[in-house]
């Protein structure tokens, strides 16, 4: 489904994403992991054309998504969260999931899909993230972990086929971490949503990805099932630093 190959990115002589190469499937629920300033957020934003790479491409459906800009990735069908909150803080829960839609209605209009009210959809997302009862709070109210869950809203308004979240449960309480990592499954499991994530929570990562891949210095040092990526020498050398039992 996404096809990431040698992508390589420099910041002034320091290579933060270095010949990076793995493979999404279809259905898959993968979890990309290393130390901080690994490159896993530059690696996303590579990915999604937040930043452009030096070398290397990026291929989602096999068509090339290398060189496009963010909204035209975003139409392609994929769709982010960012490490850090990125919700309008001043407008209600309900109007940032309308302005996600509103966004996305603007670059598709397809007149044989089903006319679903722009109301229900909304009603629909906030549902689908638990937000129902707080549709009508200021965003910036809210706690951080229900922004979280506002952030998810406004990619899932994008429909997208491949969801790139990056740290969903960062900065979470231990409760809203647990709470987090069951909407995000049941989701993703529900629509048939291919999952690519960064989380520095060993927990969530082993106990949801069904693949794994470890970033060291920018390369890829690991991309396998969490088994494999446990036993493998490497990542047990150079990003856990011992052994692990
Ligand atoms: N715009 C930039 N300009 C210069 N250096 C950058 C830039 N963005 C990232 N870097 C550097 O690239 C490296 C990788 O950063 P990145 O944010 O991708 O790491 P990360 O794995 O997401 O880390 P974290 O776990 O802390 O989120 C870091 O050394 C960082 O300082
Ligand atoms: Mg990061």
Known sequence: MLEIKGLTKTFSGFTAVDNASLIVKKGDIHGVIGPNGA?????????????????????LHDKRLTGLAPHAVVRRGLGRSFQRISVFPRMTVWEN???????????????????????????RLLETVRLEDEAQVVAGELSYGRQKQLELALALAGEPHVLLL???????????????????????????????????????????????TVLHHGAVIASDSPDAVRENSSVQEVYLGRPTH
Not at 97 to 123: H, M
Request: net charge negative; glycine share 6%; aromatic share 6%.
């Open 39 to 59: 490159g896993k957020s530059t690696l996303f934003n590579l990915i999604t054309g937040h930043l452009i790479a030096d070398t290397g491409e990026v291929r």
């Open 97 to 123: 999931v309308q302005i996600a839609l509103v966004a996305k209605d603007q670059q598709e209009f397809c007149f044989w899909k089903p006319l679903v009210s722009q109301n229900e959809q909304i009603a």
């Open 166 to 212: 990056d740290e969903p449960t960062a900065g979470m309480s231990p409760r809203e971490t647990e709470d987090s990592i069951l909407l995000i499954t049941r989701i993703v499991k529900d629509r048939g949503v291919t999952l690519l994530f960064t989380e520095h929570d060993m927990n969530m990562v082993f106990g949801i990805a069904n693949r794994i």
